[in-house]
C-alpha cells in the first residue's frame, strides 16, 4: 500500500511540472522517469543520500507534493525532489552544498582569466569599435559589441567550469547520449518529436548556478549526475546542457539553441547516420562556426545500426563534409574539431568521450578559445569594412597638385607676371629719357593704371574659378579615398566637401592680402646712379642745344664740333642707359614677380590646407589608427 502511495505522489510530481513547464519534455524527467522513480527510486536515493533512503524519498516527495501551503505553493515555488539522484538544483542550494563541501572560509570559484594575446586583442577590439562609432553603423559593429559584451560577462563567473552544450537535430540521440553522460535519465527520451522542448543543464561540481544562470535555464530545469567518485573526477568542472532540437518545428525551440550556442564554451554536435549530412546543420551551423572547431566535438551516434563496415565508410564521409565546411579536424594532435563515432543506446565509444571531454575540461582553455574564436569571427565580418589590398592614404604628389589646382583658380602666375611687368615698367619710368616718361605720363593720364593685374574682377571670370577650385576638391577627394573601404572613402569625401564650403570666398580675401603690395614696387641700390647719368645725358643735350642755339644768334663764337658732339653723346647716351637699365631690371623684376607669386601661392595653399587637407589628414590618420587596431585583433602587427 504505501508503494502505491509513493508512486501516486511521483505520478502526481511530474504531472504538476509538465503542466507549468513548456511540455511533457520541459519536465525534469517525464512520465517514464515518473514511474521509474516509483519502482526503484527508493535503492538510488539511498545510494546517494545514505541512510534510510525510503523514508528519504518519501518525505522529500510529500513535502514537494504538499508541503507547507499545500500542491499550489509547490508548484509555484519549484522546491522539490524527484526521488531520482537527478535532483533539481537551485541556486541556494547549490550554493549550501558548496560552501558545505569547501567549508565557509573558503572563496568561491577563481573568475575566468585570459592570457595576455587574448586581453590585448579584446582591447584592440574594444578600441577599434570606439574608434568607429561615428563611422559605421551601429548594425556592423553589433557583433563586435556583443563579443566583448559576452567576454566581458564570461570573465567575471567561474574559470574552474566549462560550460559545454550538446546540440543535433530530431532523432540524433542527443538526450540518450546526455543521459549515459550523467550516468542517469535527466533529459526525455521517446519517439515522440520534438522531445526535448527546452535546455536542461547538468553540473558536475559546485559553484556553476551563475553559469547556468547565464544561459537563462531556471533552476527547476538544473540537475546534478550520478554520484560516484569516479565520475565527479573524471568531469569536475563540466557543465552539459541538452538543448533542444535546431531543426525543430517550433521557432522558441530554435531559438533557445541559437541563444544558447552563442553563450556556451563548446558544443558537442551529435549526429545520427541519415542526417549526418543534413543541409541545415552545415549550412546554418556548422559552417558559420568553421572558426570553432577547437571547442566543438562531432559524434556519430547510432553506429550500433550500421553493419560491418559502414560506420567508418559514414564516419569518413562526416569527416569529408567536415572539410569541405572549413572546419579543421584534431588529427595527429593537432588543433581542431574532435570526430567520434559510438552508440549512446548500447554504450559503446560513450567511455572514449567521456575520456575526451574530461581531458577538454581539465585544460580549462575552453573558455578562452571560444571568445578567441568568436573575436577571429567577428574580425572576419569587419574585414570590408577595415582591410584593403591597395596602398592608401595622400601622397605629396596629391598634395602638391592640389596646392597648383588652387593656386592656378587664384591666377597665382597671371599675378607674378603682373608683379614683374610693373617692376620693368617702374624701371622705365625711372630710367628712361625726360621726354620718352613725358609722353609716359601723357598715355597715363589717359588710361587707367594696370601696375596691378585685377584677379577674376568679371563675373566669367569668377565662375570659372570657382569651378576651378571644386574640380581641385574633386580630384584631392578621389586621390584621398582611393583603396579605402566604402565607409571610410565616404568619410573623407564627406570631409573634403565639408571644407571646400566657402573656401573661393576665402581664397578671394588672401589673394587680396597677399597679392602686389600698394605703391611702387621697391628699387635697386644702383637706380640713382642710373638716373644720375640719365639727368646727365639730358644735361648734355641741353647744353649743347644751348650752345647751337646761341651760335645761330650771334652770341658765341662759331664753334659746331663741340656742341653737335655733346648733343650726339646725349641723344645716343640716354637711350643706352635706358637699355642698360632695362637689362639690369630684368634679373631684379623676375624675382620680384617670382616672390608675389609664391606668396600668392603659399596663401592658396595655406588656405586648402587647413581647410581641405587637415580635415581629410584627420580622416586618413583615423583610419590608420583603425587599421592597426584591426591588425592587433586579427593578431597581425
Known amino acids: 500500500m504505501t508503494a502505491v502511495t509513493d508512486q501516486d505522489h511521483t505520478e502526481r510530481a511530474g504531472d504538476a511540472v509538465s503542466e507549468n513547464g513548456e511540455g511533457r519534455g520541459e519536465g525534469p524527467v517525464g512520465d517514464a522517469a515518473a514511474d521509474e522513480g516509483g519502482k526503484g527510486g527508493h535503492a538510488r536515493v539511498k545510494r546517494a543520500e545514505g541512510g534510510d533512503g525510503r523514508a528519504d524519498a518519501r518525505h522529500a516527495r510529500e513535502e514537494a507534493v504538499e508541503g507547507p501551503t499545500g500542491p499550489r505553493d509547490a508548484e509555484s515555488e519549484g522546491a522539490w525532489d524527484d526521488g531520482l539522484i537527478a535532483r533539481r538544483v537551485t541556486a541556494e542550494t547549490e550554493q549550501a552544498a558548496a560552501v558545505e563541501a569547501r567549508g565557509p572560509n573558503v572563496p568561491p570559484a577563481a573568475p575566468l582569466t585570459y592570457d595576455g594575446p587574448l586581453r590585448s586583442r579584446l582591447d584592440a577590439l574594444r578600441e577599434l569599435v570606439g574608434l568607429s562609432r561615428a563611422r559605421l553603423d551601429s548594425r556592423t559593429l553589433a557583433e563586435a559589441g556583443q563579443v566583448l559584451d559576452e567576454a566581458a560577462a564570461r570573465r567575471r563567473l567561474s574559470g574552474q567550469h566549462t560550460v559545454v552544450a550538446i546540440a543535433g537535430a530530431t532523432g540524433s540521440g542527443k538526450s540518450q547520449l546526455f543521459n549515459s553522460l550523467a550516468g542517469v535519465a535527466i533529459s526525455e527520451t521517446g519517439v515522440r518529436r520534438p522531445t526535448t522542448a527546452a535546455p536542461i543543464a547538468c553540473s558536475w561540481s559546485d559553484g556553476s548556478a551563475s553559469l547556468i544562470e547565464r544561459l537563462g535555464i531556471p533552476p527547476r530545469l538544473r540537475r546534478r549526475p550520478v554520484q560516484s567518485a569516479e565520475a565527479e573526477a573524471q568531469l569536475r568542472g563540466l557543465v552539459l546542457v541538452d538543448l533542444p532540437d535546431h531543426d525543430s518545428a517550433a521557432v522558441q525551440h530554435r531559438e533557445h539553441v541559437d541563444r544558447i550556442l552563442a553563450l556556451v ?26 572558426g570553432h572547431a577547437e571547442v566543438m566535438f562531432v559524434v556519430l551516434n547510432q553506429v550500433d545500426r550500421l553493419p560491418g563496415e559502414a560506420a567508418e565508410q559514414v564516419l569518413d564521409d562526416l569527416r569529408r563534409l567536415l572539410d569541405e565546411d572549413g572546419i579543421a579536424l584534431g588529427e595527429y594532435g593537432e588543433p581542431g574539431a574532435t570526430v567520434l563515432a559510438l552508440s549512446a543506446l548500447t554504450g559503446d565509444g560513450v567511455g572514449e568521450l567521456r575520456e575526451a571531454l574530461g581531458q577538454f575540461v581539465a ?119 582611393a583603396g579605402l573601404p566604402a565607409p571610410w572613402a565616404q568619410a573623407v569625401r564627406e570631409a573634403a566637401v565639408r571644407g571646400s564650403q566657402g573656401l573661393p570666398e576665402a581664397l578671394d580675401e588672401l589673394t587680396a592680402r597677399a597679392g602686389l603690395p600698394p605703391g611702387r614696387p621697391p628699387r635697386p641700390g644702383w637706380w640713382p646712379v642710373a638716373v644720375l647719368a640719365q639727368a646727365s645725358m639730358t644735361l648734355l643735350q641741353v647744353v649743347g642745344g644751348l650752345w647751337l642755339v646761341g651760335q645761330i644768334v650771334g652770341v658765341m663764337a662759331p664753334n659746331l ?20 637699365c632695362r637689362m639690369a631690371a630684368r634679373g631684379p623684376a623676375r624675382r620680384y614677380g617670382v616672390e608675389a607669386e609664391r606668396r600668392l601661392r603659399e596663401a592658396a595653399s595655406g588656405c586648402g590646407r587647413a581647410r581641405v587637407l587637415d580635415p581629410v589628414a584627420a580622416e586618413l590618420l583615423r583610419y590608420r589608427e583603425v587599421r592597426e587596431q584591426y591588425g592587433k585583433v586579427v593578431g597581425v602587427g
Not at 564554451?265 to 568553421?290: G, N
Open 265 to 290: 564554451d563548446a558544443v558537442i554536435w551529435v549526429v545520427d547516420p541519415e542526417k549526418y549530412a543534413d543541409a541545415i546543420l552545415h549550412e546554418r551551423y556548422l559552417r558559420p562556426m568553421a
Open 363 to 481: 585544460e580549462r582553455g575552453a573558455p578562452a578559445r571560444r571568445i578567441a574564436a568568436d573575436v577571429d569571427a567577428a574580425a572576419w565580418r569587419l574585414r570590408p569594412v577595415y582591410a584593403t589590398g591597395r596602398r592608401t592614404g595622400l601622397s605629396e604628389e596629391a598634395r602638391d597638385d592640389f596646392a597648383a589646382r588652387l593656386a592656378d583658380a587664384v591666377g597665382a602666375t597671371a599675378a607674378g607676371e603682373a608683379a614683374e611687368r610693373a617692376w620693368l615698367r617702374n624701371a622705365n619710368r625711372a630710367c628712361g629719357t625726360p621726354w620718352l616718361r613725358l609722353w609716359r605720363w601723357y598715355q597715363d593720364r589717359r588710361e587707367p593704371a594696370t601696375g596691378r593685374l585685377p584677379l577674376r574682377a568679371q563675373p566669367d571670370e569668377e565662375a570659372t574659378a570657382r569651378q576651378r577650385v571644386e574640380q581641385a576638391v574633386r580630384t584631392l577627394a578621389d586621390r584621398a579615398s
Open 561 to 580: 664740333g663741340v656742341p653737335v658732339l655733346l648733343m650726339v653723346a646725349g641723344i645716343v647716351g640716354g637711350p643706352l642707359v635706358e637699355w642698360s
